[in-house]
Structure formats: structure tokens, C-alpha cells
């Protein structure tokens, strides 16, 4: 074992260490310093950015991204052939499945015109929806070790009109996680992240003092944290996302219920699994599906997904209500499809096109990553309809 690999196990084993009292203090901690912190570190961030001086809705292609896109798709294919051998192939992201639950999305009935928009277009049509909460990854750990950003892949069914990737016909995707920016803040600096990943090295992607991501780190710390149940938390798209014609978004999914779950005493491997099934088991759990409108290029990029859009400059619009009706959700067969679903942000129709560089490396790195985990698992490849019957579902 290098010196490198060694270093960052011990430096996991602290961050670990802290999860395990994180649930006694830190919503006091979030409740008085993590906004205050989150400006100060996003005044740093964009002081050391240029301004590119692009317009609204604007992208600037980078002329190697096709070939970073093939670099992280082969880096990525790797680890996954390697850490899966013999078994069953994960995900190598996003990767422990808490739970995928039948839901219902319903566009809000009073959308003013301006917003009816894609699927927004006509208020208070009902899609149904499979939701997957999961974990950060790259690895299925105790969920004790693996849950300081939580993830959210919303599919919609019954889409109708052409979509922008042919794999899926009926379908519109919605992928967000549980902090305001993304790990990387490029597809380029993503790269560099997976290299890590691949050698068991990944603290030293921020720590790196000659290419130092100190400040995207501090930015994951401050949301990162030990979760008590995956229902009750916000997600953020992080990237941005077309809106009709010369209009771009962030979108948010927030509880609309400001429940709290205690954090178990003993916590079992799987306890955010548990804590959502005791959760739907007696009740309805909904989201409130917001969007957010880019007003200013710089202060609110589409290329770089390490700074927050401030809210102050363009608040949260309530566009669609996810309603998560009770349910059980956790039979072997629910799970197993869980695994097989392909979640794809170009699983969209042309007026939520996926903007960014981070956006355009996603369509082809988790089309080919979902059909080569499928190959190893030797699983066909399928499309909900929202009429599956699987046991335990409501």
C-alpha cells in the first residue's frame, strides 16, 4: 500500500469517525454557520473566475471534451470491472439504492402562462414517477460510511414528443443531489477525481497542494453530513438545464413537511432504508419541484457547477408537486429493479435540454455505464411504464 493510499484511508477514518457524533451537534451547527460559511466560501470561488462575458442561456464548448468524456467513461468502466468481479455490478455513482418508490408528479394547477413549458405545459397533469434515493458511491458501504451527500433520480412516464437520447421513448429525467454545487466544478477537474477514485487516493483530489480543490471540498463539507432519512432532505440539480427557447434553470426538490427522523441508536447497515420504509408505511411524503431562472451568466454559470446561483438574484419558482404516496418499497424484487433502472438528465424533450460541460459528458458517461453494468449483470435493459407490478409495492 502506498504512502498516498495510506494517508487518505486515515484521513477517512477521521471523517467517519466524526460521522458518528456528527447527528448530536450539527443541526444547531447548520442553523448558525453553514449559510454564512457557504457565502464566505462562494466569495472565494468566484473571486479567483474569470468573467467570460457569455450571454444568458450561453454554453462555451471546450474543444477536448469528447475526449475527457471517453477518459472518465474508461477510468469509470474500469473501477466498476474491477470492484464487481464475480458479483453483481453497481452503479459507480450514486450507488447504494435506498429506496426507488411509485410516485406521482403533478404540474402545479395555477402555472402562470410563462411556465408552461415541456412537461409543465399543461397545469395539473399527473405523471406518474419512480423515485431512487441512493448514496454518494463509488462503493455500497454500512450506510453509516457512505451517506454525506444523498441523491435524488426522478422518472417521469407517459412523456409524450421526441426525446434528445432514443434509448427510452416516454420518459423525462430529473437527477439532483443533496448539496448546492456539484463535487467538480468541470468535466476536466471530474476527471482528475475519478483518476483518484481509480487509485483509492480520492481525499487527495482536494488536498492536492499543486492542484489544490480545497474550496469545492469545503463546499461538499459544509452539506455533507450523517443523514436520518433520505425523505426529508433537498435536492439540487447542481447543473443547469434549458427552459424553452434562450432561458436556463437550476431546479430544487424540497421536502414540503419540515419533519425530523432521530437518529437511531444503533444504526443498522441499511438504517436509511429503514427509516424510510417506517416513513411510508403510515404516510404521504411530497416535494415541492422549484425552479430557479439564470438572470446574471457570471454570477450564475452554466460551465461551472461549483458556484451557487444565489437566490437573492433569482428565488425558487414552485413549478410541479411530487407526492410520494405510502407504500412498501423494499421487497428484493423492487430493489433488483431499482439497480436496473437507467436514470439519464437526456432522458428529456428538447425544451429541458441539459446545459454544461458537466451535462453534454453526461449522455454519453451513464448511457455506456449503465449498458456495461447491465452487460456484466447480464440484465436486460428496460423502460418503465409505471405499471409495473412488483412485490412489495403499493
Known amino acids: 500500500m502506498g504512502l498516498s493510499k495510506k494517508i487518505n484511508d486515515q484521513l477517512v477514518a477521521v471523517v467517519l469517525a466524526e460521522r458518528r457524533v456528527d447527528p448530536y451537534f450539527r443541526g444547531p451547527f447548520d442553523a448558525l454557520f453553514q449559510k454564512p460559511l457557504t457565502r464566505a466560501v462562494q466569495a472565494l470561488i468566484n473571486r479567483r473566475r474569470p468573467d467570460e462575458h457569455l450571454a444568458i442561456a450561453e454554453e462555451r464548448f471546450a474543444p477536448d471534451e469528447a475526449e475527457i468524456t471517453a477518459a472518465i467513461i474508461e477510468q469509470m468502466s474500469r473501477f466498476t470491472r474491477k470492484t464487481y468481479q464475480g458479483g453483481i455490478a453497481e452503479r459507480a455513482g450514486n450507488t447504494k439504492t435506498y429506496g426507488v418508490v411509485k410516485c406521482a408528479f403533478t404540474v402545479r394547477t395555477d402555472l402562470p402562462e410563462h411556465l408552461r413549458v415541456g412537461v409543465f405545459g399543461e397545469p395539473g397533469r399527473t405523471f406518474p414517477a419512480w423515485v431512487r434515493f441512493a ?133 443498522s447497515d441499511n438504517y436509511l432504508r429503514e427509516a424510510m420504509s417506517q416513513t411510508l408505511d403510515h404516510r404521504d411524503v411530497v416535494f415541492d419541484f422549484a425552479i430557479q431562472f439564470q438572470k446574471d451568466p457570471h454570477r450564475m454559470p452554466i460551465e461551472d457547477a461549483s458556484v451557487e446561483w444565489p ?56 448511457l455506456e455505464l449503465s449498458k456495461f453494468r447491465q452487460s456484466m449483470n447480464d440484465e436486460a435493459r428496460i423502460e418503465p411504464t409505471g405499471a409495473e407490478t412488483l412485490d412489495g409495492t403499493a
Not at 433569482?314 to 429493479?337: G, W, Y
Not at 438528465?345 to 428538447?350: D, G, M, R, S, V
Request: with cysteine; aromatic share 10%.
Open 311 to 366: 437566490e437573492r438574484l433569482s428565488p425558487f419558482i414552485r413549478v410541479a408537486e411530487l407526492r410520494i404516496p405510502a407504500q412498501k418499497f423494499d421487497s428484493p424484487a423492487q430493489l433488483a429493479f431499482a439497480r436496473n433502472l437507467s436514470f439519464n438528465p437526456w432522458h428529456a424533450l428538447a425544451e429541458h435540454r441539459p446545459l454544461g460541460n458537466q451535462n453534454r459528458a453526461r449522455k454519453a458517461i451513464y
Open 135 to 267: 448514496g454518494p458511491g463509488p462503493l455500497a458501504p454500512p450506510d453509516l460510511d457512505d451517506n454525506g451527500v444523498l441523491s435524488i433520480g426522478i422518472k417521469l412516464m407517459g412523456v409524450e414528443g421526441r426525446k434528445l437520447i432514443d434509448d427510452e421513448q416516454a420518459t423525462q429525467d430529473f437527477t439532483g443531489i443533496s448539496a448546492p454545487t456539484f463535487t467538480t466544478p468541470n468535466v476536466r477537474e471530474n476527471l482528475k477525481l475519478q483518476r483518484h477514485i481509480g487509485d483509492g487516493t480520492p481525499i487527495f483530489y482536494f488536498l492536492n497542494p499543486l492542484d489544490s480543490h480545497i474550496l469545492d471540498g469545503l463546499m461538499q463539507g459544509l452539506y455533507a453530513k450523517t443523514h436520518t432519512n433520505p425523505l426529508f432532505e433537498r435536492y439540487y440539480s447542481c447543473v443547469a438545464y434549458a427552459f424553452g427557447d434562450g432561458k436556463a434553470i437550476h431546479y430544487s426538490v424540497t421536502p414540503r413537511a419540515k419533519y425530523k427522523t432521530a437518529f437511531p441508536r444503533r444504526p
